[in-house]
């Protein structure tokens, strides 16, 4: 079993920056491909952006650039830098873990962003 908490969400206004960060316990993190996903209102979940164990990252195209997602295996966390931040990247974040072997995904709780224009 994992468990999955975010924190680092907030108010900020276009073209600044924030730090999500997502702390895993239970579980081998190195097992875990981890990620970040955003739902806006009225939208599906979608993916931000995906790291595996080794650092190889995926990113939606709207976030190239712009979002850097990271991973500390041995503080067995994960990290979205989120710079230039425009409006429409206001959502709830999720931080993600799936399983290599099983396919199984854990979710955290969200963490909510909200870029003002």
């Known amino acids: 079993q994992v468990q999955l908490v975010e924190s680092g969400g907030g108010l900020v206004q276009a073209g600044g920056s924030l730090r999500l960060s997502c702390v895993a316990s239970g579980g081998i993190f190195s097992n875990y491909l981890m990620g970040w996903y955003r739902q806006a209102p009225g939208k599906q979940r979608a993916l931000v952006a995906t790291i595996t164990s080794s650092g190889n990252t995926n990113y939606r195209d709207s976030v190239k650039e712009r979002f850097t997602i990271s991973r500390d295996n041995a503080k067995k966390t994960v990290y979205l830098q989120m710079n230039s931040l425009k409006p429409e990247d206001t959502a709830v974040y999720y931080c993600?873990?799936?399983?290599?072997?099983?396919?199984?995904?854990?979710w955290g709780q969200g963490t909510q962003v909200t870029v003002s224009s």
């Open positions: 993600n873990a799936r399983n290599i072997r099983s396919g199984y995904d854990y």
